[in-house]
């Protein structure tokens, strides 16, 4: 029985990420960037009002705190004018947010601070130099590096791309992960399932978890046990995809089938994990371009919580991220649990924080079965039990993952 980090560091080693791409930066969000952006001008461009009021010499107006200092109001700049102006000794320009600073003039004196007269303004606070000025390169320096290689792009970074002049990004895209659901009991939710059929639960929750983990997804759907059809359709798949998974194609004697149909693909290791549920699993890398394909449990709740584990930090990794994992904290037991003896469990659970102290609290749920959907539903982690545990008490200290926030 293969450990649970030794499934993962296949998993790991396997992750391709895909080559990168030229977009739009509008469409740049949640990517990571796959070049170097360095700045070819300043930003700020040019010595510019970061207030509304006037523009001045510092040195003129430094005495108006204890005597109201009086100056000529020779102009005004707006925003966006390239008009050049400039200043003489004794002098101010009226200037909106963003104008640029006439020459000579090192501070602006907020309206805030004067009578704001048009043509003779009374300035009662004195402003030191460089005083409600962006000065040129505040921001970015030219020759600055603005967003490197790796950085996630968030608005922050659309932004500044925005600010320095570029309208597409060289970036790292989703990797393209492609969901099917294996069985001839299977039925898609727009029909009625006739006696000994089921709907398709596997496709719609994998295809929305690998979507919560950053994936472009394809929900494939149904596929039946004939290995024609299963072979071509598998086929085609891997070769528009970094990630295939195949629900319900693990174990049992649909799990032989499809391995049947699969081997000339390529070899997937088809063994016993030490962890539950999810215990049994396959995983191999089928095709030319050896992409990473794994075969999960047909039942959904361990559908979800192998994918979570396993298939969840690939995407990740082939994303490009550093930390391909969640985080994981240490809480306290509000509950007994029990545990397989020789398998790492993955229970549901509720993360409380204690008002008091701020410690952590976890909340078993649904330990009964690992068909119970319904309790994931209500998880908001999932609570980590080592194998050589059968029996956690509550008020003892547990590893708790942290699954997607709810509301």
């Known amino acids: 029985m293969r450990t649970v980090g030794s499934q993962l560091a296949r998993a790991l080693d396997a992750a391709v990420r895909p080559a990168p791409v030229r977009v739009a930066i509008s469409e740049a ?12 001008r300043a930003l700020p ?6 207030v509304d009021g006037y523009a001045v010499r510092s040195v ?13 109001v020779v102009g005004e700049i707006a925003a966006g004018s390239r008009q050049p102006r400039r200043l003489q000794p004794g002098q101010a320009v009226r200037v909106a947010t963003g104008a640029a600073l006439p020459t000579l003039a090192d501070a602006v004196v907020p309206l805030g601070y004067t009578d704001q007269h048009p043509a003779r303004v009374t ?11 962006r000065r040129t390169g505040e921001d970015v320096q030219t020759g600055d590096v603005a967003v490197r290689r790796g950085d996630p792009i968030g608005s922050a970074q659309v932004g500044l791309l925005a600010a320095v002049g570029k309208s597409k990004v060289l970036v790292y895209p989703k990797p393209r992960v492609s969901i099917i659901s294996v069985g001839d009991e299977l039925v898609d939710i727009d029909r009625t399932p006739a006696q000994g059929q089921v709907y398709d639960v596997n496709s719609y929750a994998l295809a ?7 994936a472009e997804v394809s929900r494939v759907g149904i596929v039946g046990t004939e290995p024609r059809r299963l072979r071509e359709l598998v086929e085609g798949r891997l070769l528009m995809s970094e990630i295939v998974v195949i629900a319900g194609g693990a174990g049992g004697a649909a799990g032989e089938e499809v391995r049947a149909a699969l081997s000339d693909l390529g070899e997937i290791d088809t063994t016993r ?32 919580v192998v994918f979570e584990v396993l298939v969840r930090p690939l995407i990740r990794a082939a994303q490009g991220k550093r930390n391909p994992h969640r985080r994981t904290v240490t809480a306290k037991l509000l509950s007994p649990v029990s545990s397989a003896k020789g398998r790492k469990g993955f229970l549901r659970g509720q993360l409380l924080r204690d008002e008091n102290n701020g410690e ?25 039990i080592d194998e050589d545990v059968v029996e956690v008490v509550a008020g003892e200290e547990v590893d708790v993952t942290f699954l997607a926030q709810r509301g």
């Open 273 to 304: 994990v030490a962890m539950h549920p999810g215990s049994v699993q396959g995983f191999g890398r089928l095709g030319p371009d050896a992409v990473p394909t794994f075969l999960i449990p047909s039942n959904p709740m361990s559908a979800l």
């Open 29 to 40: 969000q949640g990517l990571l960037c796959a070049e170097e952006i360095v700045a070819e």
């Open 60 to 72: 003129d107006v430094r005495n108006a705190a204890s005597e109201p200092t009086v100056l000529p």
């Open 208 to 214: 929305a978890a690998a979507r919560d983990a950053g």
């Open 360 to 384: 952590y609290l976890a909340q078993p749920l649904g330990t009964s079965g690992a068909h119970l959907l319904a309790s994931l539903a209500e998880a908001n982690c999932l609570i980590g």
């Open 123 to 133: 300035v009662h606070y004195s402003v030191s130099s460089s005083a409600f000025v």
């Open 45 to 50: 461009g040019f010595d510019q009002a970061a």
